[in-house]
């Protein structure tokens, strides 16, 4: 009974990004109008919805917000004329770094226009009352869950690196346009890669942040993260050829890495 009483007066701290042209405006429309929906949600605007680097959301989070809702112009109609197909492919990508600590259903993207002032209040009402349902994060309050915050921090620095960032970047022109020897990219077999990419660069980061704490075998690691001795060694070496690891010592015949 105590827990559900909880449930009910949790109220969640929300955290919107709304494009200047249409979200913004939409909901500059709905407090003109006296259009009723939660005050939960605090707002940043941006200039498009394109603009927002998944390192925002993901830093969001990790302060112990309850849910991000990411908002801009209708597919079609963006004032910047794409800038909305690449929040898409932004969100697309955060979402599935998020699937690995479970917090892929706090954060939502959508399209409101200026003139739509009552699906303002209707999306933001929605949104509310399915964070309620989830409860308050596991990163919010006084005592966050701190494994699942190291794992919150590796995703952070993951959705930043080179790597996430170049696929991001060239997704529609790989899959939509043909190189210079006639060949495009199946966006099926796209999807198969950026999914791999995700999975390797998440565990990566994962590796850099427990070698910053000191430094640590292969196994150790494998043990630590819970993850296949053979996959960290493979891991390590590449992050080796990045210059982002290196050998500290080696004892007998185990070599010790350190970040760098």
């Not at 809702?69 to 909305?84: E, K, S």
């Not at 020897?181 to 950026?194: A, I, N």
């Not at 292969?218 to 080796?240: A, F, M, Q, R, Y």
Request: hydrophobic fraction near 40%; charged fraction near 30%; glycine fraction near 6%.
């Amino acid at each position: 009974m105590r827990m559900e009483e909880n449930r009910v007066s949790f109220e969640p701290k929300l955290l919107g990004f709304l494009c200047n042209w249409c979200s913004y405006a939409g909901a500059d429309l709905a407090g003109v109008s006296r259009i009723q929906y939660p005050p939960n949600m605090r707002v940043i605007r941006v200039m498009c919805s394109g603009r927002v680097d998944p390192e925002f959301v993901i830093q969001a989070l990790e302060l112990g917000i309850d849910g991000v809702y990411v908002m801009g112009c209708h597919i079609g109609d963006c004032h910047y004329l794409d800038g909305n197909y690449e929040a898409i492919r932004k969100f697309d990508m955060t979402k599935k770094f998020l699937s690995f600590v479970g917090l892929d259903n706090r954060i939502r993207l959508d399209w409101v226009s200026a003139s739509e002032g009552v699906r303002f209040g209707e999306v933001v009402s929605k949104f509310v009352e399915d964070i309620k349902a989830l409860g308050p994060s596991p990163l919010s309050g006084d005592t966050p869950d701190q494994e699942l915050l190291e794992k919150v921090k590796a995703i952070r620095e993951a959705v930043s690196s080179n790597r996430m960032r170049a696929l991001v970047g060239r997704q529609r022109k790989i899959t939509e346009e043909e190189n210079v020897y006639g060949e495009k990219v199946p966006e099926e077999e796209f999807d198969v890669l950026m999914d791999q990419a995700i999975k390797e660069e998440y565990d990566r980061h994962r590796i850099l942040l427990a070698l910053e704490k000191d430094s640590k075998s292969v196994k150790d690691l494998g043990i630590e993260l819970n993850l296949d001795p053979s996959i960290v060694l493979e891991h390590t070496l590449t992050l080796k050829s990045r210059s982002q690891v290196d050998f500290q010592k080696i004892i007998g015949n185990t070599p010790i890495f350190m970040r760098i």
